[in-house]
C-alpha cells in the first residue's frame, strides 16, 4: 500500500489528476468519496465503505476533517487510524487532501508514504506536482514531478461539492459511472462493466486528444 497527503491547494485538482492517471493509465479501480466524471469509481460515503476495500486506489478529499488531531478520542478518528493500519495488507493506494499536515494525527503522519504539492501557473492553464518521501517532505526527498494540463481535470469533478462522510451507512457503495454533472450516473453491478463504459467513452471522445500529462 502507498499513503499519501495533498497539502496545498489546489489540492482536489491535483488529486482528480492522480485518479485519472491511476486508472486510465495504470488500469487501477477507484475509489472515491467525492465525485467523478468521466472516470469510473467506487463511491465511497462512510467509514464502513473505507474499511471494506480492497485493492485499487483511493481518493478522498477533506480526510483532515476525519483524521484531525484535535480529535483523537472520537469514534471516526479510531476507526480511520484502524482502517489505515490494516490498508497496507489489502493492496491499497490512499491519497488524501489535508489543509496542513500539522493537523493530522501523529499516527497518520508516520504511515505516510509521501506527500504531493501541487502548484499551478498564474492562469490556471497548467498545474505542478511534486511528489516528496514521506509524510515530513523535505527538499532532497523529492521523488517525482507531473505537469498536466488543467481545464479537462476541473471537468472530472463538481468543484462546489461539499464533503461528508458518515461512519456507517448500512447501504453498499455504488459503483458508478458518468460523462459529466448534468447526465444522470450510470450505476453498475460490477466493477468491469463500469471500467468497460468508462473505457469506451474516452475511446470515442478522447482519442485524438493531445495529451493531457506535459
Not at 57 to 71: K, L, P, Q
Request: with cysteine; charged share 30%; net charge neutral.
Amino acid at each position: 500500500m502507498s499513503f499519501s497527503s495533498l497539502e496545498i491547494s489546489p489540492k482536489t485538482l491535483g488529486l482528480t489528476f492522480l485518479a485519472w492517471h491511476n486508472w486510465l493509465r495504470k488500469g487501477q479501480k477507484i475509489y472515491s468519496n467525492y465525485r467523478l466524471y468521466k472516470i469510473p469509481y467506487v463511491h465511497i460515503t462512510s467509514l464502513d465503505h473505507l474499511d471494506a476495500m480492497k485493492k485499487g486506489f483511493c481518493c478522498v478529499d477533506e480526510m483532515w476533517s476525519i483524521v484531525d488531531a484535535r480529535t483523537t478520542s472520537t469514534k471516526k478518528n479510531k476507526i480511520v487510524g484502524d482502517i489505515l493500519l490494516k490498508s497496507r495488507k489489502r493492496e491499497l493506494t490512499y491519497v488524501f487532501t489535508a489543509q496542513l499536515l500539522d493537523l493530522l494525527d501523529k499516527r497518520v503522519r508516520k504511515l505516510i508514504d509521501f506527500t504531493a504539492y501541487p502548484i499551478m501557473n498564474r492562469t490556471e492553464t497548467v498545474c505542478k506536482i511534486l511528489i516528496f518521501r514521506t509524510g515530513f517532505p523535505r527538499e532532497d526527498g523529492l521523488m517525482k514531478t507531473f505537469y498536466f494540463k488543467t481545464p479537462l481535470v476541473f471537468d472530472f469533478y463538481d468543484t462546489e461539492e461539499e464533503i461528508s462522510m458518515e461512519v456507517e451507512s448500512g447501504e453498499e457503495p455504488k459503483i458508478i459511472f458518468q460523462e459529466d454533472k448534468d447526465t444522470p450516473p450510470k450505476v453498475f453491478d460490477t466493477w468491469e462493466d463500469a471500467n468497460r463504459a468508462g473505457e469506451k467513452y474516452w475511446e470515442e471522445n478522447y482519442a485524438k486528444l493531445a495529451p493531457l500529462i506535459l
